[in-house]
Structures are given as structure tokens and as C-alpha cells.
């Protein structure tokens, strides 16, 4: 008796033992996965400094070097014509920026950026200053992170028409560009010689460390008009929205639909058909026939039923049964269905 309760005592402690090994292995995997999305964030703004400097101090081959020419989505030799007219028709004299967030898509990191650049076009001698919010995306190539698409204002390559075109706006983007006149003084026709303590006198509004002619409208972040800054873990709240594909979509994703429809028996062998009504084709799934009326141990017989294309039917015969019976399509639940109340059939 001693010994049954002793060892009755080891296999709980051993149990014990094991959830909470379970629990801290899933506790250390979602940490490593934080650890590892906020290094790759780091990478990424660390890159994009680099870069930043490399177009301020106009070092065109510097700033390709974070540049991948193999992976780049839109036209890379366009974009290098645009970087280089950059530096023919600048003279770029600051650019600030403020990184409003780096989202993950699995290895790729997306960064926002809000920023400021004050440059001179060598055409006409006159003194610019562009603001804008920009949205890059960068890959992992061998180990080092590299841009491979440009969103929103165009902080690069502005001044060849070309490229333009080629950069899809954003939600949130803004573009003012404005000249400085000789002797120009801070008033309601020159915000951007304002500063903070003279802007809101001249009808201008201060944030971002500049004077501008509107109020400060924040960019725009997930919610359920802007779906397409949402990420895996806020699609579905805030958005309201469906995560899938890779992307938050305001509809849920299709889903298949299986009934069954019986045909005809006879002499133990019953012909009836598999329809899918759903908008997506269903995965392979069992197909459970049982003795009707039930009984206390009823006899039961199963096949496989293969993939069945949306909007289509498939016929198939199951031999060896008997006259009345039930028919439970999926009946181990494997396939999602936007209906799971319609699967069972009686003959």
C-alpha cells in the first residue's frame, strides 16, 4: 500500500514537472519571436540612417549600397536616374526625419517615416523646403537588410517626373514644397521662417518643429478605414478586419460549404452526391456512413472524399451498406465550412 501511494506521488510530480516545462518552452518561443522582431527593427532603422546620410552628404554609390538591385519591385535603373538628377539639380542642406513605426511581414520590415528636407534648386537659386510621410520596405538579403520598395512622398529622386510616377501614394502622405524669397520674413506667406514663438501669430500652427498653414492631423494607423496598416496582431482590433494572405481584408476569406445528396441504394450499394456550395475549394475530409435507426453499437463504415472545387459536385457509390442509414460528411471535422449544421444526412 506504502509503495502504490509513493508511487502514485512520483508520476503526479512528474506530470507537474512536465507542464511546466511545456509552459515555459511556449512562454521562451513567443519571447524569442519579440526579441527577434525588435532586433530586426533596430536593423532596419540603423540602415536607414546610414542612408539618410549618404543622400545628405549626396553619396549616391553609398546610398546603393542599401539599395538590393536583384529584389528592388519597381524600376531600379529609373530610381537610380532619380537619385542621381537628385544631386545634378539639389544642393541638399538638411534632411530631418521621425520614425513613426517598423511593422513585420515575417522577415521584411516596413518602415514609416515622417520628414523634412531643406534643399536648394541649383536651377533658379531658390531655397525649398519639402515635407512628406514615406513608407519603405526592406528585405533580408545574406544577412543585411536592404530597401526593395518606396511608398508615399517621394524624399528620394522628387525631381525626376519619371520616378514619380513609379512611387503609389499612401494613406497619410502629404507633399509642400515651398520657395524662400530673398528677404522674406516670418508672416502668413512664409510659415516655414517662423518658429515657435511666433508661428501661432501669424494664423500658423507649430508641430514637428515647424509652422504650418493646417492643424496637426495625425498619419493615419490601423482602424477600420485604413485595413491596410494593420499587421497579424491588430488586424482583427482595432481594424475590425480578417487577417489572411498575408494581409488584413475588410471581408472574411472564403470558406467551402459540403453537402450530401442521396441518389439511389440497392443491393447494399448506395450512389449519392458531394456538393461544395462555398466560394472556396475544401480539403480532403472523411465521409462516415452508421446504421440508421441507431442503435447501442450501430455499425459504422468510412471513405475519403477528395478536394471538391467551389460551386461543384462530385458523385460516388459506398458499397456494402445497408438500406437506411446516416451519411456525416467531414465527420472528424478537418475542413472549416462557413455551414457545419448541414453535414449529416438520413436515408
Known sequence: MQLNYVGKLFLSLLGFCLFVSTGFC?????????????????????????MMAAYEDEDARGFLDYVSDERFRQDYITFTDALYSDFRNYEIHQ??????????????QFLFVRWEKRYENLDDGRQLTQR????????EVEGDYLLIELAGNQLFGASLPEWVQEVPPISGQEMTAVATEPGAVCDEQHLNLCDASNCAFNNGYWYDNSCHQTPYNPAAVCDSQHLELCDSTNCDYPGPGYWYDNTCNATPQGQPDLTVAIVDWMSGTLWFTVTNSGTVASTACTLQWMEYPSVSMPYTDEMTIGPVAAGSSVSLTFDGVGSNGQLTIDSTNVVSESNESNNVTLY
Open 26 to 50: 511556449a512562454s521562451s518561443y513567443d519571447r524569442e519571436l519579440i526579441v527577434q522582431d525588435k532586433t530586426r527593427a533596430m536593423q532596419v532603422e540603423s540602415v536607414f540612417k546610414e
Open 95 to 108: 534632411v530631418e526625419y521621425w520614425i513613426d513605426k517598423v511593422v513585420p511581414d515575417n522577415v521584411k
Open 132 to 139: 512628406g510621410v514615406s513608407r519603405f520596405l526592406f528585405d
